[in-house]
């Protein structure tokens, strides 16, 4: 995730503080090198992209991102670990919402935006 290449001329960082703002969520900004499990078909153009955000141990995966409406595939190999510096080239219009808290979701198909916060995801951790 290359720092300068946000939309609109603003950082990444810039666009994820906008997005929690707009939200009413405190920003938590993702960790340089951070991992996040992204479905392997993301890339596949299936909207509406979801995410949500567990809370983590230090080198632990927060963020789970995947592609579509239905029920989420239980496949083991679902989810690939990404670093975060290269979720742009995987998923590109989940970056602006990584800033958001654990416990949050997100579900968009680009102009389309929702936001929200899940009491049972900040509630179960993950390692």
């Known amino acids: 995730m290359s720092i300068q290449n946000g939309a609109e001329g603003k950082t990444w960082l810039e666009l994820q503080q906008r997005t929690c703002q707009k939200a009413g969520a405190a920003f938590v900004p ?16 299936v909207m509406p992209v979801n995410g949500l955000r567990h809370a983590v141990k230090q080198g632990g995966v927060g963020w789970f991102i995947w592609p579509g409406e239905g029920p989420l595939c239980q496949d083991t190999d679902y989810f690939v670990p990404v670093c975060i510096e290269h979720l742009d080239t995987w998923c590109p219009l989940a970056l602006p919402f990584l800033g958001l808290p654990p416990g949050w979701r997100f579900l968009t198909d680009g102009p389309y935006v929702d936001m929200w916060f899940d009491q049972k995801i900040y509630d179960l951790p993950i390692d």
């Open 30 to 45: 993702p960790e340089a090198g951070m991992r996040v499990a992204v479905a392997r078909d993301i890339r596949e153009g």
